[in-house]
């Protein structure tokens, strides 16, 4: 953390090569959308007060993420260049001294490590402005770093603007640079649209820099990966790939156990414990809290789950919006969602599906059931087959089953109804009235045996 650094991230441009309706700052790697990465990354280089975002395009609902995250945003009306979205935010952040690192919403990869390298680099260079560059193989569409005989950096110029000679040049301007605040919002002004493009182009702020007597300089980094800017979904996924592979390996560094961790796909912001073991195509996404010595098992689906420590998820299973205790056990093939609530040591087994319905200490409901919209307490057990039937239609109705009661397999609870404490309900009894404490509920037909019943057309033997 930089105490006298603030964070402008530009994401004011609609990104037309998306190919979509939404703009491209909210679309997601890592299960995060991309303005809410760069956000994160400038939260560990600067403190909450001094991070920005310029939004434009669709600027309600990229608004609505720059808010959540609580920094503020930044209205550019008209999306008329970099250097256009810098002066939009003149207002709010030319009071703040120190320096201003301008970096895009679009580049996921950028470390915050790397950011806090470049305000270091910008300090003790005692430079008016420093720029991260990087040498790449196909400099096309690229601002590209024009430097002189001796090395040092001259301008940088838009490929649009580019002299043939200049377009040969392969160390290209990262789009992310770090001024000194107060040199910036001095010189700001000089900016002008002379260029192809009509745009206010940041860039130019370097030889305008220069020519103010100050020094520019260049940090080249030589992992470009960090540098990818998202434009079109093959790139995107690719940014998704490279987040989630470094989650994977922070986790493991952690003590997670991930089986064929290139199987595995995680969100940046799951957290597990140690001692967990996550197995292979496990997908646990959203804002999952897994504990300790849990096991995940192999292709289940994971969302917004709580864990508590030693719960287990067996194979191909769903979980979520909800939350197991410790010790709970779902699945193999177990669907648990909105908020369905396992007690410790509750089971759930094959073909079970939980809604909205928590289940107490020790509960069990090994095979075959649909528990919706129900309140069941501990030391309960649900019969393979038991259903609650929660819609009438119009609307959902709540299964209370009090501790200890026992239901026989193939039962119906028709809802709304309440199975008071240590009650028995016989196997395929349809239920729709309440059972007092302790009693056997018996709601089938009688059976009927008719003795020496045959056949019509048999044969007497
Ligand atoms: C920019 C750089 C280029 C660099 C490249 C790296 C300039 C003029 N060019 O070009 O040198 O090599 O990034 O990827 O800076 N934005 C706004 N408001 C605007 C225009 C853009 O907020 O009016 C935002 C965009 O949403 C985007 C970022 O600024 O996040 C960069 O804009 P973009 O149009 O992608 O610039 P490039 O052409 O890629
Ligand atoms: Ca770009």
Redesign the pocket.
Known sequence: MIDDAAVLI??????TRMKSRRA??LHSAGGKPLVRQAIDTALQVAPKDRVFV????QADQVRAEVEAAGVQAIH?T????????VMCGADKLSRLNGRLIVT????PLIRASTLQQLAETQKSTHAGATVITTIVEDAA???RIVRDGGGNVLE?V??KAARPDQLEIRE????ILCFDAELLWKHIHQLRPDNPAH??????MVAILLAAGSKVTAMRIPDQNE?L?I?NRIELAEADRILRARKVRELMIEGVTIEKPETVSIDLDVQIGTDTIVGPFAQITGRSVIGQDCRIGASSLLHNATLGDGAVVFPFSMVSDSKLEERAEVGPFARLRMNAQLGAGAHVGNFVELKNTTMGAGTKSMHLAYLGDSTIGSKVNVGAGTITCNYDGHRKHRTTIQNGVFVGSNSTLIAPVEIGEAAYIAAGSVINQKVPPSNLALARSRQVNKEGWKRKGEAES
């Open positions: 530009l994401a004011g441009g609609q990104g491209k700052v310029v939004v434009g395009y550019q008209e999306q008329l260049g970099t250097g256009h979205a895009v919403g679009d580049c569409g690229y601002g940088i838009e490929h290209i301007n990262s789009g745009e206010y182009y940041l860039t130019d540098l800017g434009n």
